[in-house]
């Protein structure tokens, strides 16, 4: 079972930026997608972005398109999601998870989630 352990959130204004860190132990890291996921109040838990096993590939959710980086460091177990440009529609916690393509949307692979990094951005 991989333990996950996400970082770098915090309350923000409108407009600015967080680096938001993911580090995974206890499974490969290496073998895997690795995507990040975020949970509104009230709302149920979406697809944010997706990096590939090496890196060299990613896809966004249109919401976050050009405004976010997905990016990863296998030696180091860790991914990151660069985010700028935050808006309020972006306050949520954010989660990692590996990712996989189901039916054209992209998914979670595995059952079991760390406790995730808040992120409040304000007006």
């Known amino acids: 079972q991989v333990q996950l352990v996400e970082s770098g959130g915090g309350l923000v204004q409108a407009g600015g930026s967080l680096r938001l860190s993911c580090a995974a132990s206890?499974?490969?890291?290496?073998?895997?997608?690795m995507g990040w996921f975020r949970q509104a109040a009230g709302k149920e838990r979406e697809f944010v972005a997706v990096?590939?096993?090496?890196?060299?590939?990613?896809y966004y959710a249109d919401s976050v398109k050009g405004r976010f980086t997905i990016s990863r460091d296998n030696a180091k177990n860790t991914v990151y999601l660069q985010m700028n440009s935050l808006s309020p529609e972006d306050t949520a916690v954010y989660y990692c998870n590996s990712a996989q393509l189901v039916v054209g949307n992209w998914s979670p692979l595995w059952d079991y989630w760390g406790q995730g990094t808040q992120v409040t951005v304000s007006s």
């Open positions: 206890g499974r490969t890291f290496v073998g895997y997608n």
């Open positions: 990096v590939s096993r090496s890196g060299g590939s990613t």
